[in-house]
């Protein structure tokens, strides 16, 4: 197990929801955290974490933003001098449909993909030349969504695990009936991970994936007009017991799996299971230390 105390960490969209339990966890294992969002109360975010004991600094900006994401990770390797963790985690849903008018959808398009895949694309365009100059290795891991890989869609992306309420047959997700574009953004969230996983392998980088399943955040109460029922509330997962799931995977080093969709979904205990066999690269192409 790697320890990961001293370690510097970017969380993007941090404010709330995953974010904000993504950076209490890694700032609770002693890792110094950059975080930014939209919203102005990222800014107690970093005090919170500073009570921690840890260096924390904070930005209020958009992640499609290139002059944002230029900011936060000059801003972030100033303060704490290197960058060692990334963690793309701002995302937004918002109701769009296959007919809907073209001035909606191209207003659409710049907020739900702008976020959901720039921003990640853009975020990791400003650290990866850092790390790989910077020649310790580094982690990076996505927050996606499971509707791209719940329980075999794509098949075998999730493994047959024994704790899965879903029995035998894969539960196809495939997004919502209001989600084609969220669904776009997270999907191309794929090539992000299976490209930069290869090339950064030989530099002991990794890139993982988280994909969501319903979790307790601003997002899935605001689906719910911030009145759902106990009873859902109780369905759902807890931010706090994924983000200990992120600590695991990274303390999992840089021989722990690499080019993997983490898949968590409703049902079945909040942790990380053990990696599964890779279907769509080579597994010599993304084991760390290998030249591809
Ligand atoms: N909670 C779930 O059930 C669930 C399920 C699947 C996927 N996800 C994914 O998990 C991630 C976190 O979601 P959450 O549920 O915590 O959502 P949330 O709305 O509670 O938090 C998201 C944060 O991102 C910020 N943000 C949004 N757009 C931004 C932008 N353009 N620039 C900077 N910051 C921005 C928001 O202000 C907010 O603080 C997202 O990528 C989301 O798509 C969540």
Partial sequence: MVKLKGRNAIVTGAAVGLGSSYAKALAQEGVNVA????????????????????NAVSYQGDVSDPDHVRTVVDGAREEFGSIDILVNNA????????????DKSIEDYEQIVGTNLKGEYLFGRAVIPIMIEQGKGGEIVNIATDHMVTCG???????????????????PTGGGDAMDLYDAGKWGLNGLLYGWAKALAPHSIRVNAFCMGATDSHMLRGFHNFEPSDEEV?????????????????????????????????????????????VYVVPEQVRVGETS
């Fill in 91 to 102: 995302g937004v849903w918002g109701a769009s449909v296959a007919d809907d008018d073209l």
């Fill in 234 to 278: 109780a369905s759902w997962m807890r931010a706090e017991d994924n983000a200990r799931a992120m600590i695991d995977m990274l303390q999992e080093g840089p021989f722990g799996r690499n080019a993997q969709n983490v898949n968590f979904c409703m049902g079945r205990p909040v942790q990380l299971e053990a990696a599964h066999d890779h």
């Fill in 35 to 54: 975080v930014c969002d939209l919203r102005e109360e990222i800014h107690e975010v970093a005090e919170s974490l500073r009570v921690l004991g840890v």
């Fill in 153 to 171: 869609t794509p098949y075998f992306c999730c493994p047959n695990l024994e704790t899965c309420p879903w029995g035998d047959s894969p539960r």
